[in-house]
């Protein structure tokens, strides 16, 4: 009976203390924010999903379509579609897409990229309900007003023209001679086709 | 055992605890034979969230499995980091500048005491209590928010790399510590006054669930579990890595097997990691956070490598094979839970079913490590 007692003392005291803390804690300031009204500020460290760096210069992206973000990507997110374009120097980026429903935001594409062409953004506003919504082209996200044409170099340009017509007459006389060859080929068969008739006749 | 039990009108039910249940902590399913209110035996069922982590440790290179590693205890996934970069740096023979081994540990140690925070809260929880899990998670915010603001995530890090770590911490993230520190220590024994002294508490954990010491040994049960089983166990101590020799700081051991018993040993391990992190930072040293010459495309020679780390719930150790190319041969992941839990169906026969629930808990098991 003594033990009952007991419990009921002790069972009280704890209560007391335990309420003792929840009132002081009922009186402090709420340190949760009214989430769509106020917002966290973000670190600047903060991994969202990647980015193409703008170049402040040329306000267009360094990427120079290696590919290596594409290489060292675990889980195969990004692909990278480049082109060559006449008179403009190195591959031309012409689509950057990333499938971030498969990024796990490691960061091996950000170290691999040499020219340092992409980081981190700190987006996180991207709820949706629809998988499409995470297939970002992030060249469209750097221009989103359109895509500017890339500089064409005059002097390049007319560097690659005198290439291409020397490629193409180099071409062309390859193929000549090619043809002389093949003439020359034919010819002997001919004769010897000729002897052979004339053997059966 | 219920007075059914022992009679020959034995008669027993099939109950399935899971694969959804709050009180697995996960996709855990528990398929339990009960004799009334009494267990008589319990068997885990493993598998729901098996993701294949060491296959694809095979078939990806070295660099590229990153990410996984902080995807099998996401609650205290810097232990996970530090273990593969110490793999791996011990495979290629890689030296590690000082600077990047203290930020290491500073910030597994953070991760950590957010993690026996989880724990505690979560804890308390699944007994019926709600008020303390919202106290926890106050103090694990200001955790989270500091290793975010210097790795860029807040649970699922892919932090360290081969041969130190991803960025330097700033002095923000220093005086930020610091300031966690001095509001963290006064809460540790606001919680003892507001939990562990509580009557119903003491009444639902001491004595429940006793684990001894060989049955620990049996199951290979580590962590909390072993170490609130009386037994002084921890890599830090026993199998030093990285500075953890350099720094001071002792390792709670209780002898009373109980669930209790496991809960204050997180409890304790939370006050020790404080002196830790004071510790280390106290003696940062200055210079790189990145060994100079690491190559890209890592190819460690041939061989056969191992590496163990105290983790918050046990010693994780990871075990590769290396052929000479850029991925693994073989890699095998050995986690603490998987151990922690298979003692469960010993442990919980003849147990009642709420108790043996506050004692799954005690084991504090997170699934999605447990199934890698």
């Known amino acids: ?201 | 055992m219920s007075s059914l039990a022992q009679s020959h009108l034995r008669e027993t039910f099939e109950l399935n605890i899971g694969p959804q249940h709050p009180a697995t902590h996960g996709v855990l399913r528990i398929k339990v034979v009960m004799d009334g209110e009494y267990i008589d035996r319990a068997e885990p069922i493993l598998g729901y969230i098996h993701r294949m982590h060491e296959k694809m440790g095979e078939n990806r290179t070295w660099n590229q499995f990153w990410p996984n590693m902080g995807r099998l205890d996401y609650l205290s996934a810097m232990a996970y980091n530090h273990c593969y970069a110490g793999l791996m740096e011990r495979a290629a023979g890689i030296e590690v500048p000082e600077r990047a081994e203290y930020i290491r540990v500073i910030t597994a140690e953070l991760n950590r005491i957010q993690s026996h925070l989880l724990g505690f809260g979560a804890y308390i929880m699944d007994l019926g209590g709600f008020t303390p899990l919202m106290y926890a998670m106050d103090e694990r915010e200001q955790i989270l928010d500091l290793l975010e603001s210097v790795t860029g995530s807040r649970l699922t890090y892919c932090y360290f790399r081969f041969g130190g770590v991803y960025n330097d911490i700033d002095d923000d993230f220093i005086t930020g510590t610091r300031a966690f520190l001095k509001r963290f220590r006064p809460q540790i024994p606001m919680y003892h006054k507001l939990v562990t002294g509580n009557a119903i508490l003491m009444d639902r954990l001491i004595g429940v669930g006793p684990v001894s010491a060989e049955m620990c040994r049996k199951y290979g049960a580590t962590g909390p579990v072993l170490r609130g089983s009386g037994v002084n166990y921890d890599i830090r101590r026993n199998e030093p890595y990285s500075v953890y020799p350099e720094l001071d700081f002792d390792i709670p051991v209780y002898k009373e097997c109980d669930s209790m018993a496991r809960y204050m040993v997180r409890m304790d391990e939370m006050v020790q990691s404080c002196r830790i992190i004071e510790n280390a930072l106290n003696k940062l040293p200055e210079g790189p956070v990145m060994a100079e010459k690491v190559p890209k495309a890592l190819k460690p020679p041939n061989g056969d490598y191992h590496y163990a780390v105290e983790a918050a719930r046990g010693t994780f150790s990871m075990r590769t094979v290396s052929d000479g190319t850029n991925t693994s041969y073989r890699m095998r992941l050995r986690s603490p839970t998987y151990s922690n839990v298979s003692l469960f169906e010993e442990a919980s026969r003849g147990m009642l079913l709420s108790d043996a629930l506050a004692f799954l808990g005690s084991l504090d098991p997170v699934i999605p490590e447990m199934d890698r």
């Open chain 1, 1 to 201: 009976m003594s033990g009952y007692f007991k419990d009921i003392i002790t069972g009280l005291k704890s209560l007391a203390v335990g309420l003792q803390i929840t009132n002081k804690e009922f009186l402090t300031k709420p340190i949760t924010l009214l989430y769509p009204h106020e917002s966290v500020k973000m670190y600047p460290r903060y991994r969202g999903h990647i980015e193409l760096v703008k170049d402040p210069e040329t306000g267009m992206n360094s990427c120079i379509c290696c590919g290596m973000c594409e290489k060292g990507c675990p889980s195969g997110s990004i692909s990278v579609k480049s082109e060559k374009r006449p008179g403009v120097k190195g591959k031309v980026l012409t689509a950057y897409i990333l499938n971030f429903t498969t990024c796990s935001l490691c960061g091996q594409c950000v170290e691999n990229c040499k020219p340092g062409a992409i980081r981190f953004s700190n987006e996180y506003n991207l709820a949706s309900t629809r998988r499409e919504d995470y297939i970002f082209n992030l060249l469209e996200k750097l221009h989103p007003e359109g895509i500017p044409e890339p500089e064409v170099d005059p002097e390049l340009l007319k560097k690659e023209l005198e290439k291409a017509e020397a490629a193409k007459k180099a071409a062309a006389a390859k193929k000549e001679a090619a043809a002389k060859q093949e003439a020359a080929k034919k010819e002997p068969a001919k004769e010897g086709g000729e002897s052979k008739a004339e053997e059966k006749s």
